[in-house]
């Protein structure tokens, strides 16, 4: 089977085809630049934020949340309190950090998606590396082109210059000394979500387009595990009855969320205020996610990880 069509080169270790679709869209038919913003939201990013609930909330994990109620429902509720608060009292300072928070979320999914694949160890630490330190660059420069606009539009072509050079080392290096294959192509993916932060002229471009990859990343090993659960159970009637329901509450959360993310545009104020009930979820997928793929508790490793590398 040609590398390209393997279903996990595809979707978890170098989906680059969402982001090349989004790119083509975006520049051959800027008119429908709006379109294109919420058709990704409600078919990729918002689906894939709507998957942490049915996949938090399975029976499998109550007994880990009642035993763990402060990281599984008191610290949730304090977050949804703080967002609501910083929204509307620092508004500019609230969006950087939840812009952060994002990246480091990305970043921190692309090391679980190398940590899994790679086995050498020198090979992994080399694609970690070097997977936070452009992470890092990138989170730079869209600091200084967005939130302090240092970087100017007549800056960005000796920007990429320089960021494109910098690729061509470390993958040239990378592949001279680990040689060509498909985890090397989990760390290009790794690198390469944030990238459009150096030639969109809108930050939620920027946002969207690279990680396109990490949706299709998420909802590919979401449904792995959960499949392998259900196949285990060998209830298929459930097994069936369960991923109908799974598919239906993605995407009725989805449409809900792209919808009020819209009104985010909108001319009266309190309807624009809305955006924050997407972003307060989004922020909870960030840390529902860092406990429920956190692979040093036996919880996560029995219900999670062993349908991963099986």
């Keep these: 089977m040609s590398l390209l069509f393997k279903k996990e080169v595809f979707f978890v270790k170098f989906p680059i085809l969402f982001p090349l679709l989004y790119l083509t869209v975006l520049y051959s038919f800027p008119s429908f630049e709006t379109q294109l913003i919420f058709l990704t939201i409600l078919l990729l990013a918002e689906t894939h934020f ?27 509720v304090l977050i949804t309190v703080l967002c609501l608060i910083s929204f509307f009292l620092i508004k500019n300072l609230f969006l950087l950090i ?30 970690i ?33 320089i960021i ?17 294959s498909e985890n090397f ?6 690198i390469l979500i944030f990238y459009p932060v150096c030639f ?29 659960r259900e196949i285990e159970s060998q209830n298929f009637v459930k097994s069936n009855l369960f991923k109908y329901k799974f598919v239906l509450t993605i995407l009725v959360y989805s449409i809900i969320m792209s919808v009020l993310s819209i009104f985010g545009k909108n001319d ?18 960030f840390y529902l996610d860092s406990q429920l793929w956190k692979f040093s ?14």
């Design 297 to 310: 508790e036996s919880h996560n490793r029995e219900n999670i990880l062993k349908y991963l590398v099986n």
């Design 268 to 285: 009266s104020e309190t309807l624009s205020s809305l955006i924050i009930i997407p972003i307060t979820g989004q922020m909870l997928h």
């Design 200 to 228: 969109v002229s809108n930050p939620v471009h920027a946002i969207i387009m690279g990680v396109t990859m990490h949706y299709s990343q998420y909802l590919y090993l979401t449904n792995k595990v959960i499949n392998k």
């Design 98 to 127: 939840f812009f952060a928070a994002n990246v480091y979320h990305v970043t921190r999914q692309s090391f679980g998606i190398t940590n899994l694949y790679t086995k050498d160890i020198h090979q992994k630490k080399f694609y």
């Design 129 to 161: 590396n070097s997977i936070y330190i452009f992470n890092f660059i990138f989170f730079s420069i869209a600091f200084f082109r967005f939130y302090i606009p240092l970087i100017k539009y007549e800056h960005l072509i000796i920007l990429n210059i």
């Design 50 to 76: 709507g998957a942490t609930w049915p996949f938090f909330l399975s029976k499998l994990n109550f007994p880990h949340i009642k035993k763990n109620k402060i990281s599984f429902i008191y610290i949730p």
């Design 164 to 180: 494109i050079f910098l690729f061509c080392v470390i993958f040239l290096y990378s592949i001279i000394k680990f040689k060509f």
């Design 185 to 190: 192509l989990t760390m290009v993916t790794g």
